[in-house]
């Protein structure tokens, strides 16, 4: 504690390593936050726990949420910082910027920026199950800047909308390498292993279907059999 009131951004670094390593993640990575926090680094903060709470214990989750804040209120945050770049604040009328992730500093530039802070905005909406707005959000960030892991993103929703078929053609795009980051072992596996979910909930295949016929085919065929009216068996002879 005494670090954290005398250094805190060496106690972020601290906190950093103790998770890479393994090292009581749950309250490490709870402590990096509020003293993110108290940086006046909320949205690192909020960026750190979500790519780091899958490595905390199913326990800490609410506790997590708690020190990230309501996802109502990470969305109006991302809305604010995405109005302040088209307004033309955020940059001061500059093409890049300074930035800090990961305790260090570097460029980033404003599509860079815009595409960052809407992939965080459509991660939100998905916590909300808004899907309408995350598809929205993850096809606008696709225009800007595609690559394979919002494409995975945009896929998933679509899957929870039930619009499968869409959902195939984008995760298809990934896997035949279509997309930036497509060679990337992890973004290939996360495509097929949607694919696989998407496919389990395909309804089973019409006959007609396994047949190749059209269902105007279909229905001219039963048309014509109900004309005839109902087929009845002839007697065999008796002997």
């Not at 005398?6 to 490490?28: Q, T, Y």
């Not at 780091?52 to 800490?60: A, M, Y």
């Not at 279509?178 to 596996?189: A, I, W």
Request: glycine share 6%; aromatic share 6%; proline share 3%.
């Amino acid at each position: 504690m005494k670090l954290v009131e005398k250094n805190p951004e060496a106690a972020i670094v601290l906190f950093r390593k103790a998770i890479n390593s393994g090292d009581k993640v749950d309250s490490a990575l709870k402590d990096m936050a509020v003293v993110m926090k108290q940086l006046d680094r909320s949205e690192e903060a909020i960026e750190a726990i979500r790519s780091f709470r899958s490595l905390c214990s199913k326990q800490s989750q609410e506790s997590l949420d708690n020190k990230c804040g309501k996802i109502d209120e990470q969305i109006e945050m991302l809305k604010r910082k995405l109005k302040l770049i088209y307004q033309g604040e955020a940059f001061n009328g500059k093409l890049s910027k300074t930035a800090r992730s990961h305790g260090k500093k570097f460029q980033v530039s404003m599509k860079q920026e815009t595409s960052r802070l809407l992939g965080n905005l459509g991660w939100a909406y998905m916590q909300k199950m808004n899907y309408m707005m995350e598809e929205v959000v993850y096809r606008k960030v696709q225009m800007i800047d595609p690559d394979c892991n919002k494409a995975c993103n945009l896929g998933l929703c679509l899957i929870r909308q039930a619009r499968y078929e869409e959902a195939q053609l984008i995760l298809d795009d990934v896997l035949k390498g279509n997309l930036p980051g497509s060679d990337d072992s992890k973004s290939r596996k996360r495509a097929q292993d949607l694919l696989t979910e998407l496919r389990s909930m395909l309804p089973p295949p019409h006959f007609s279907d396994l047949l190749g016929l059209d269902d105007e085919f279909i229905k001219g065929l039963e048309q014509l059999m109900n004309e005839w009216g109902p087929i009845r068996s002839k007697r065999l002879p008796i002997f």
